[in-house]
């Protein structure tokens, strides 16, 4: 159980144009999911955390205009980057939470996305 | 004072030997741990929770809590070169959300 996808798992486009990433929890209703960022040898970066039929919360020094978040269904999120720069290139990883499932706080991850700009 | 610490090593151990891994919480309110581990290029991956005083086992890993000291660890027994990775911790905030540490690097040394 607790399974959680995300598609594309890797993605290779322009600069200037958007990509979307999508985050989905196969077997679990996810109240909430996680969109974190991870550049080459260093630590995970939450980005933003998203509920349900409500608008996302940012972190610190992440444009809300440029990562998009829409979290239309308790099984599904989407993260689009809006006009990429090569500077955004990262692998981008999704996880999902919901209460129930286990321990509180608990988190599934996806297995990733890989964005390259060139 | 980060709200979850962790050494980031390199950790080397040989094939065989048991890895010990550290972590230090600063939220003494703190009820639940979990420890992740992720293989290079990959995305982390959920090994053990623990949210009771002492320690837990499955299978070649035991967690250990001791929320008097504010430190949880992770054991892996007979370590395995397959066992190589980067292990985070990660405590909850308030706001159902996990701090992550930025975790160990573990190397097996076969």
């Known amino acids: 159980g607790a399974v959680v996808s995300q598609h594309p798992s890797w993605v290779i486009c322009k600069s200037g144009t958007s990509v979307k990433i999508e985050c989905r929890s196969l077997d679990f209703q996810a109240t909430t999911m996680f969109w974190y960022r991870q550049f080459p040898k260093q630590s995970l970066m939450l980005m933003a955390t998203?509920?349900?039929?409500?608008?996302?919360?940012?972190e610190q020094g992440v444009e809300k205009d440029k990562f998009l978040i829409n979290h239309a269904s308790l099984t599904l999120s989407t993260l689009t980057v809006t006009s990429a720069h090569p500077e955004d290139s990262s692998f981008y990883i999704c996880?999902?939470?919901?209460?129930?499932?286990?321990?509180?706080?608990?988190?599934?991850f996806g297995p990733g996305t890989r964005l390259t700009v060139l | 004072q980060k709200e979850v610490e962790q050494n980031s090593g390199p950790l080397s151990v040989p094939e065989g030997a048991i890895a010990s891994l550290n972590c230090t919480y600063s939220d003494r309110g703190s009820q639940s741990f979990f420890w992740y581990r992720q293989y290079s290029g990959k995305s982390p991956e959920l090994i053990m929770s623990i949210y009771s005083n002492g320690d837990k086992e499955d299978g070649r890993f035991t967690a250990q809590l001791n929320k008097a000291s504010q430190y949880v660890s992770l054991l892996i027994r007979d370590s395995q070169p397959s066992d190589s990775a980067t292990y985070l911790c990660?405590?909850?905030?308030?706001?159902?959300?996990?701090?992550f540490g930025t975790g160990t690097r573990l190397t097996v040394i076969p």
């Open positions: 990660a405590a909850p905030t308030g706001a159902n959300n996990l701090f």
């Open positions: 998203s509920n349900e039929g409500s608008k996302a919360t940012y």
């Open positions: 996880s999902a939470s919901a209460s129930g499932t286990g321990v509180n706080n608990e988190q599934f």
